[in-house]
């Protein structure tokens, strides 16, 4: 098969679809492999890694999706990549369908094969290719999170740990899965105050035995989440629902319950998003 691997060229992604390694791999197994120029730039990799693993560097993104049986690459295609996707071409990648319905309408009337990332799951009902990634946004909404409640940056000028004398801060994350608790592993090791929220009451069992009771678990509810948010300094969207859209459970309405300059960050964006802002 002749495998294409484009530059990806969404806001702020740096990402590439696959590694030399992962090059090396599909080369070895007797696949083409076509690489854009400076594709693996952002993540570290020059194009000589990947033409040592077998890879034909192509100039322009147009010849490598006019080569590629495969397409593949970590985010959705967007609207300049659409005239690119052509009739029978696999795309392997983040795909996030719910909330794209124009990606999904070009997907169809293209006749494009889509194997969304997201929602593959292994013998055991996991999704292996989402979970690294929930993972590291899971760590990375507190140090994010953190970074915006500074005054500097328009927050509340609050420390997530507090220091001695000043109390720490109050963080809730919505949602118990990988990256509510990758969060959770975050924000208690930096000293805050957490509650997580999530509708599965057995979840939040295993929360509690996972943290020693070092976190505040709540049954969703919308009373419950009002009444979380109205003191929190940071609260996190970590809700999913695999291939749908993610529900709307911090509505426009509620956003006035918030203290002034808390931070919202809502992981769940891809699929949507859980807060309606």
Same mark, same amino acid.
């Given at each position: ?205 295993? &929360? ?9 678990? &709540? ?37 006035? &319950? ?20």
């Amino acid at each position: 098969m002749k495998i294409g691997l484009p530059k990806e060229i969404k806001d702020n992604e740096y990402r590439v679809g696959l590694t030399p390694a992962g090059v090396q791999a599909l080369s070895d197994a007797g696949h083409k492999l076509f690489v854009e120029k400076s594709a693996g730039e952002g993540s570290g990799f020059d194009d000589s890694a990947y033409t040592n693993a077998g890879a034909t560097i192509l100039d322009t993104a147009d010849d490598i999706w006019g080569e590629g049986d495969m397409i593949v690459k970590v985010k959705e295609p967007i609207a300049p990549e659409y005239p690119r996707m052509r009739e029978d071409q696999l795309l392997f990648t983040y795909l996030h369908l719910a909330p794209e319905f124009e990606l999904t309408k070009q997907m169809m009337e293209r006749r494009v094969t889509g194997v969304a990332y997201e929602t593959i799951t292994d013998n055991r009902g996991t999704l292996p290719l989402l979970t690294p990634m929930s993972e590291v946004a899971g760590r990375m909404s507190v140090q994010v999170g953190a970074t915006y409640l500074e005054k500097m940056n328009g927050g509340r000028g609050v420390l997530l740990g507090g220091v001695p004398g000043v109390p720490a801060a109050d963080v809730v994350i919505i949602g118990g899965g990988v990256v509510g608790t990758e969060a959770a592993k975050m924000a208690i090791g930096l000293g805050a105050h957490v509650t997580m929220i999530d509708i599965d009451l057995e979840r939040l069992r295993e &929360l509690d035995d996972i943290f020693l009771s070092k976190i505040q678990t &709540l049954a969703s509810s919308r009373y419950q989440i009002e009444e979380a948010i109205s003191h929190a300094d940071l609260i996190i969207g970590a809700v999913l629902i695999p291939g749908a859209a993610a529900p709307k459970l911090i509505t426009r309405e509620m956003l006035k &319950l918030i203290p002034n300059g808390s931070v919202l960050v809502d992981v769940a964006v891809d699929q949507g998003g859980c807060f309606e802002t």
